[in-house]
Nanobody
């Protein structure tokens, strides 16, 4: 089992920045893929970004490319999502997820085995 705990969500003005953190504990290992998803009110959960734990290769949804950066700290078992130039449409609950497999469809929620509880990000206009 892997436990994921997100933090860092808060209210921010448009154009501002936030950094989300996802601390992993339990049976963590280097072959995991870590991802960030988000769900806005009344909408489906969507993919934001993913990172391969061992290689640190990264992937992003088109909507966040150039604004968001995913990274990981192996020593702290923590994944980060740096969010810059935030827009009101970035408002959502952000979830951290982990997959125990490497060959997955990164953008699909069902590819991930473990999920955090979510952290609220609100961007005011």
């Amino acid at each position: 089992q892997v436990q994921l705990v997100e933090s860092g969500g808060e209210l921010v003005q448009a154009g501002g920045s936030l950094r989300l953190s996802c601390a992993a504990s339990g049976n963590t290992f280097s072959s995991y893929v870590m991802g960030w998803f988000r769900q806005a009110p009344g909408k489906e959960r969507t993919f934001v970004a993913a990172i391969y734990w061992s290689s640190s290769s990264t992937f992003y949804a088109d909507s966040v490319k150039g604004r968001f950066t995913i990274s990981r700290d192996k020593a702290k078992n923590t994944v980060y999502l740096q969010m810059n130039s935030l827009k009101p449409e970035d408002t959502a609950v952000y979830y951290c997820a982990a997959s125990a497999r490497e060959s997955i469809a990164l953008g699909l929620g069902r590819s991930y085995d473990y999920w955090g509880q979510g952290t609220q990000v609100t961007v005011s206009s």
